[in-house]
C-alpha cells in the first residue's frame, strides 16, 4: 500500500457498495486531541513543582535525546493553556485528553506535601475547558515519575503503589466534581520498557533506562496494575455515588503480525507478541479469568528455571488480587499507531522481554512509514484486527475508547501525510464499529500541538497545529490536518474522497 493522493482516491461506493453509513460516525461518538504534561507545559521548576524522571533523564542524558533538547520549556503551555484549549475548541473537538504531572501537585511524590500552586492550575484549565464545552479527560501518570520516587525504583517498588493511590485520592477530591473522564496510567508497558535494556537502541529510549532486563519491567508491571486497581477501588468507595465519572487505563496496542505468514513459528511468535504486549495488563483487568496471560505465564516460567532463577522472573498474583483486579474498569482504553511484523527468534541470550515473548521485530519496507519515527508505519487495518481481537478475547461487552492515533513528520503546515494516515484509519474504525459491531465510542488523535517527542526531541511532530519551537512565544499554526478534522467534527462523516477502494487494501489483508 502507498498513501494515495487525493485524486485517486476512490468513492465511498465503490469501496463499500451501496451502503453509504458505513462511513458515518455514531450518534454520540466522542472526537477529541491529546497532549501530555511533560511534553507540552514547560515551567518544570516553576511555582512549587518538584522535578520529575524526565527532568532528571534529559538533563543527565542530552545526548540521549535528540539534538539534546529537553521538556524544560516545551510548548509553555502552563503559560498559553487558555491558547490550546482554544485550537481545541476550533477543531470541534467533544473532548481535549491531558495529563496531570504528578509532581506538579506532589513536589516528591508523597502525600505529606501538597502543592497548592499545582492544584489550582488545573483547576484553571478544567474550568476553562468545560467554559468551552469540552470535557476534560485525564490522565494520572503519563511517565513523568517524580524523582523521589523512581530514586527509589519508581513503580518497581511496591510502596509506590500506595503513594499512588494517595495521589489519585488528591485528584478526586480536587477535581473529580467536574472530570468525568479517567485514566488512571498511560501506557504501562512503555513505562516499563525504561527498565529494559535491549539490542536495538534506536527503536526506542525511554527513562529510566535501567540495565534490568528480564526483572524490573516485570517488577513495574505487577505494580502498575495493583496501582491502578487500588485506585479503582477507591473511586468506587469513596467517589463514584457523587461524582459519577469513569475509569480506566491506557493501554499501548500496537498489532503483531508474522513476519512470513506460511510460518508456523512467526504466527505463534505474532500470536505470543501481543498477549504479552497488551495482555499483560489487559487480561487482569479485562478477561474473564483475570490474571496474566496463560501463555505468558507459562514462558516466562520456564525460561527462568532453564536460567537457574528459584523462581519465575514474573511475579505472581494471590487468587484474592486476581480476583480483586479483575473488572477494575468502566471502559477499554487503547492507544495504536502501527503493526510490527515480528518473527520467531531462538530462546537464547540474556534474560529480557524479547526473549521471553521469542520473537524479533521488523519493519516491512513497502509500507508508508513516518520519516521521523522509526517504529511508525501506515497500517489501517492493523486497527481493525485489533479491535477484532479485544472483542474475541475479553468479549463485546466493553466500550473501547481509542485514546490515541496519530501520525509523524517534521512539522509541515502541508501535511497530506497526516490527513491520509487519520483518514484510512478512521475508516478501518468505521468497519470494525459497522461490520464487525465493535462498541468503539470515542477517537483521540495525538496530538493537539507539536510537543516534546520523548526521545526523539522536537524533531518528530504529530501535531494537528505547529509550533514554532525557534520562537520565545511558542507561536501555534493550524495545519492543514486541522481542517480536516474540524470538517470531521462537524459533518461526523468521512468524505468520499477519503474512503479507500478494497482493492487499494488487499496487500495488507495478511496483517
Not at 504501562?188 to 528480564?214: H, K, M
Not at 524490573?216 to 485506585?231: D, E, P, S, T
Not at 532453564?306 to 519465575?312: I, L, M, T, Y
Amino acid at each position: 500500500m502507498k498513501i494515495i493522493a487525493l485524486a485517486a482516491i476512490l468513492t465511498a461506493g465503490r469501496a463499500f457498495g451501496a451502503n453509504q453509513s458505513i462511513h458515518e460516525f455514531p450518534e454520540g461518538f466522542l472526537f477529541g486531541a491529546a497532549t501530555s504534561a511533560y511534553q507540552i507545559e514547560g515551567a518544570w521548576d516553576v511555582d512549587g513543582k518538584g522535578a520529575s524522571m524526565w527532568d532528571d533523564f534529559t538533563h543527565h542524558n542530552p545526548e540521549l535525546i535528540s539534538g539534546g533538547a529537553n521538556g524544560d520549556d516545551a510548548c509553555q503551555s502552563y503559560y498559553k493553556y487558555r491558547e490550546d484549549i482554544q485550537a481545541a475548541k476550533a477543531l470541534g473537538l467533544d473532548f481535549y485528553r491531558f495529563s496531570i504531572s504528578w509532581s506538579r501537585i506532589m513536589p516528591d511524590g508523597l502525600p505529606n506535601n501538597i502543592n497548592q500552586k499545582g492544584i489550582d492550575y488545573y483547576n484553571n484549565v478544567i474550568d476553562e475547558l468545560i467554559s468551552n464545552e469540552i470535557q476534560p479527560m485525564v490522565t494520572m501518570f503519563h511517565w513523568d515519575m517524580p524523582r523521589f520516587l523512581q530514586d527509589l525504583g519508581g513503580f518497581a517498588n511496591e510502596i509506590t503503589v500506595t503513594y499512588f493511590e494517595a495521589y489519585a485520592r488528591i485528584l478526586f477530591e480536587n477535581f473529580g466534581d467536574r472530570v468525568r473522564w479517567w485514566s488512571t496510567l498511560n501506557e504501562p508497558y512503555t513505562y516499563s520498557l525504561g527498565y529494559e535494556r535491549y539490542q536495538d537502541e534506536d527503536f526506542i529510549i525511554t527513562a529510566p533506562r535501567l540495565n534490568t532486563s528480564g526483572v524490573g519491567m516485570y517488577l513495574a508491571a505487577h505494580n502498575m496494575i495493583k496501582a491502578h486497581a487500588r485506585v479503582y477501588h477507591l473511586y468506587d468507595k469513596h467517589f463514584r455515588a457523587t461524582q459519577r465519572g469513569k475509569i480506566s487505563l491506557n493501554l499501548a496496542a500496537q498489532w503483531t503480525s508474522a513476519l512470513n505468514s506460511s510460518s508456523r513459528a512467526d504466527r505463534e511468535a505474532a500470536e505470543t507478541a501481543v498477549q504479552i504486549m497488551i495482555g499483560s495488563y489487559a487480561h487482569p483487568i479485562f478477561s474473564q479469568q483475570g490474571d496474566y496471560p496463560e501463555i505468558m505465564k507459562e514462558r516466562i516460567e520456564r525460561l527462568s528455571r532453564e536460567e537457574g532463577f528459584p523462581v519465575s522472573r514474573l511475579p505472581s498474583f494471590t487468587p484474592e488480587e486476581v480476583e480483586y483486579i479483575r473488572g477494575t474498569a468502566d471502559y477499554l482504553a487503547i492507544n495504536h499507531y502501527t503493526t510490527w511484523l515480528v518473527g520467531s527468534r531462538p530462546d537464547e541470550g540474556n534474560p529480557s522481554i524479547f526473549r521471553d515473548m521469542g520473537i524479533s521485530i521488523y519493519g516491512a519496507k513497502n509500507w508508508p512509514k513516518s520519516n521521523t519515527s522509526v517504529w511508525l508505519s501506515v497500517t489501517p487495518t492493523g486497527m481493525r484486527k485489533l479491535l477484532n481481537w479485544i472483542r474475541e478475547q475479553y468479549g463485546d461487552h466493553w466500550d473501547i475508547f481509542i485514546t490515541e492515533n496519530g501520525f509523524a513528520d517534521s512539522g509541515q503546515l502541508h501535511d497530506v501525510e497526516r490527513i491520509n494516515y487519520l483518514a484510512v484509519y478512521l475508516v478501518e474504525i468505521l468497519r470494525a464499529i459497522h461490520l464487525d459491531k465493535s462498541s468503539v465510542i470515542g477517537y483521540t488523535i495525538w496530538s493537539l500541538i507539536d510537543n516534546f517527542e520523548w526521545s526523539y526531541g522536537y524533531n518528530s511532530k504529530f501535531g494537528l497545529y505547529h509550533v514554532d519551537f525557534n520562537d520565545p512565544q511558542r507561536t501555534r499554526t493550524p495545519k492543514e490536518s486541522s481542517y480536516f478534522v474540524r470538517n470531521l467534527t462537524r459533518t461526523r462523516v468521512i468524505p468520499d474522497e477519503f474512503i479507500l477502494a478494497d482493492s487499494v487494501l488487499q496487500d495488507q489483508e495478511k496483517i
